[in-house]
């Protein structure tokens, strides 16, 4: 069965460090999205994605943060200077086209900023 | 904008036990997704409801979506260990395509 693949599984960096997190979402699905769930918290929308361009995106996802489709088959995220509470899991999502289908997670990057 | 409330929020079962997860939204739904999560892992998709009334199973888990399309519930038969882990309801409203996901039930089944 297809899977959203994400790496690295696990991301240390120092306060200020900018960092990328890759997703490779399901080939067939045109919707993407990141959460984020800091430890023992509930599931945050960051972003959605669809069509080459933001479709949504919550006050989490200010300036420091910025998403990609580079190519036809990777969907990354940016944090340009990080910071302490930027320290989360990050899990990438995506969906098929028809209607309200369900989100396919990915495994999730632990990002630790130090 | 829209909230997913669910309840209990941790709950201790002897396997065996039936027990039943609820999730209410401020809104009405025009999805609700059920997920399940395990430590330090994505969210595993279980089960999809749209329809008022909608029932649906998948081996000793049934979820249901009440007529009015603001609560569902999730319901585990005889309940085993491997059924442990974080069960969350996520819901996208109309006129979007953002998911959002409730507080989570985290379930611990005693052997």
């Known amino acids: 069965e297809p899977e959203v693949t994400q790496t690295p599984s696990h991301q240390v960096t120092q306060m200020g460090q900018e960092v990328i997190l890759r997703c490779v979402p399901i080939s067939n699905h045109l919707y993407f999205y990141w959460y984020r769930q800091i430890l023992g918290q509930k599931v945050e929308f960051l972003v959605s994605f669809y069509n080459n361009e933001i479709s949504e995106k919550s006050e989490i996802f200010d300036d420091q943060f910025s998403v990609e489709r580079p190519d036809g088959s990777n969907f990354t995220l940016k944090i340009r200077s990080t910071k302490l509470e930027d320290s989360a899991m990050y899990f990438c999502a995506s969906t098929a086209p028809q209607g309200r289908s369900p989100l396919h997670f990915g495994n999730g990057t632990r990002l630790t900023v130090t | 904008s829209q909230e997913l409330e669910q309840s209990p929020q941790s709950l201790i079962v002897q396997e065996g036990k039936n027990l039943t997860i609820n999730c209410t939204s401020s809104k009405t739904l025009y999805g609700l997704y059920w997920y399940k999560q395990k430590y330090g892992e994505g969210l595993i998709f279980l089960m999809m409801l749209q329809k008022g009334g909608e029932e649906k199973s998948h081996e000793k888990i049934t979820a249901k979506l009440d007529e009015k399309k603001q609560q569902s519930s999730l319901h585990i038969t005889a309940s085993q260990p491997s059924h442990a882990g974080i069960y969350l309801c996520?819901?996208?409203?109309?006129?979007?395509?953002?998911?959002?996901f409730g507080t989570g039930t985290r379930l611990k089944v005693l052997a």
């Open positions: 996520g819901a996208v409203g109309s006129g979007t395509y953002k998911y959002i």
